[in-house]
């Protein structure tokens, strides 16, 4: 499992800081750095907010997966980024993004990029990354 960085904009640690994690898992629900195109393997992702502020949270988490191909070009997934609301009380959050038939064969650098909505539908100031080692796609 990756660890990643987490940015929280005009606030001390003490009132909003987190950790994210990230990991391909194949079919079998195992990590793996190897995964078949046409096999229903995933990104997995959770993260955890902590501090004074979390209960002030509001909005939307955005999960996206960058995927670019060695030699190649980049690539967004899903095209839409998968929404997550913010739960009051709670600061855990986990999404499993579906990557079946998603890239096509090839040695790709994954990036687990996490951005944040507010609750007027603005950029928030939180979100992070995760940089997961080579992913080999096979067919």
Request: include cysteine.
């Amino acid at each position: 499992m990756a660890t990643g960085e987490f940015q929280v904009m005009k606030v001390t640690a003490e009132q909003l800081a987190g950790v994210l994690h990230s990991q391909v898992v194949d079919p079998g629900a195992q990590p793996t750095n190897v995964v078949c195109s046409t096999e229903g393997w995933t990104v997995d992702v959770n993260w955890e907010v902590t501090g004074e502020l979390v209960d002030w949270l509001s909005g939307r988490w955005n999960v996206e997966i960058i995927a670019d191909l060695v030699g190649g070009g980049e690539s967004r997934h899903p095209s839409s980024p998968v929404e997550l609301t913010f739960t009051p009380g709670s600061g855990r959050y986990t999404a499993s993004v579906p990557m079946r038939g998603q890239l096509a064969p090839g040695i790709y650098d994954l990036v687990v990029n996490l951005t944040t909505t507010t609750a007027a539908g603005t950029a928030g100031a939180l979100g992070g990354f995760v940089v997961l080692s080579k992913i080999v796609v096979k067919e």
